[in-house]
């Protein structure tokens, strides 16, 4: 049995480990310039995940027509996307619910200037499939894996605050995924709480199940996060607004044409192409562009009251104070349910 688990371990950890990108490399789309198509001398810098934005934004045909140059860079996760932001280095990121909120604690200069609305059920807590667990009120004083300042940090309080349990009752074990996937297959935790494609991964494989997931637990909000810098300058704020724009209308792209895009996805992040489309149709295919409105807002400050209140981040603040409504327009309200694939969801 161990042998057959490092043996699962090994074959997980090649094309997750693909997904943890090495920060602030060059994209593979970009020229030794940082310029996606050579015009203009306007430079945007985007952070920018692997199969992310500029992958999903080229399959949509959205970089076809570039009026500035786009400079790439590629980061592992959403809190040393920010982090470049606040720095100055890069102009715009997008990142799921919880990493602004972390970096808004830290009083970074970020600014969210754009929301979407997906489905939650990626969002997942995991035990292997022949563990005995069979609830979250299970997980009392077990071994649980999570990335910290993650969506799925949130998640987990979420889900053991529904069971009537708090983060004391579990032993949590901070683990970023490729760390945590090797903890879960190895049994050296019990649970491991992550997000897609990491939840369809574990699925698709046979190792896990879930025992709990996001819906009616996390918001599903996503955001972009602008510099404010970038924000006061009149032309990077016009290719900023063109650049939101772009990625709305190819998350619509994605959501007609999820077979399509998982073979992308794929072929960028190393992902068998039966994942990519699992997590397609299970999360990142069901998302919709949506208002930074009062009920985005409160649900975000609801989160960063609670990792204040744990201690997790240094300040309570409002979360308002970061969110910049420019570029709404006629946007549904944040509420407004995610796609779906139907049964195939």
Same mark, same amino acid.
Do not use: F, Y
């Given at each position: 049995m161990k042998s057959l688990r490092l043996s699962l371990s090994a074959?997980?950890?090649?094309? @997750?480990? &693909?997904?943890?990108?090495?920060?602030?490399?060059?994209?593979?789309?970009?020229?030794?310039?940082?310029?996606?198509?050579?015009?203009?001398? @306007?430079? &945007?810098?985007v952070g920018d995940q692997k199969g992310g934005a500029e992958a999903v934004l080229r399959a949509a045909g959205e970089l076809d027509d570039l009026p500035y140059r786009v400079k790439w860079s590629t980061f592992t996760s959403g809190p040393p996307l920010l982090e470049a932001i606040n720095a100055g280095a890069v102009d715009i990121g997008g990142v799921g619910n919880t990493p602004p909120v972390f970096a808004a604690g830290a009083k970074s200069k970020i600014t969210v200037i754009a929301a979407t609305h997906g489905d939650s059920a990626g969002e997942a807590i995991l035990v292997p499939k022949g563990s005995p667990l069979r609830s979250a009120r299970d997980l009392k004083g077990k071994k649980v894996a999570v990335a910290q300042g993650s969506s799925a940090h949130f998640q987990l309080i979420g889900s053991l605050e529904k069971a009537g349990l708090t983060l004391k009752d579990v032993q949590v074990t901070l683990l970023q995924p490729a760390d945590a996937l090797a903890a879960f297959t190895s049994g050296k935790v019990d649970a491991w709480a992550v997000w897609d494609p990491y939840t369809s991964q574990v699925l698709h494989s046979g190792s896990g199940r879930v025992l709990a997931d996001g819906r009616g637990v996390v918001n599903g909000l996503g955001f972009q996060v602008a510099a404010p810098a970038a924000l006061a300058d009149a032309r990077k704020e016009k290719a900023l607004g063109d650049f939101v724009e772009r990625l709305r209308r190819a998350q619509d792209w994605v959501f007609d044409h999820p077979e399509e895009w998982a073979k992308v996805w794929s072929k960028e992040t190393g992902l068998p192409y039966e994942v990519a489309l699992a997590a397609v149709k299970r999360s990142s295919g069901t998302r919709i562009p949506v208002a930074l409105d009062d009920a985005a807002i409160a649900s975000e400050q609801r989160i960063a009251d609670t990792f204040a209140g744990l201690g997790l981040i240094p300040n309570r603040f409002r979360f308002a104070d970061f969110v910049d409504h420019r570029f709404d327009k006629d946007l549904p309200p944040s509420t407004t349910p995610a796609r779906s694939y139907g049964k195939d969801n």
């Open positions: 074959a997980l950890l090649l094309p @997750l480990a &693909l997904l943890a990108a090495t920060a602030c490399t060059p994209a593979s789309g970009a020229d030794a310039g940082g310029s996606t198509d050579g015009k203009g001398d @306007l430079v &945007l810098n």
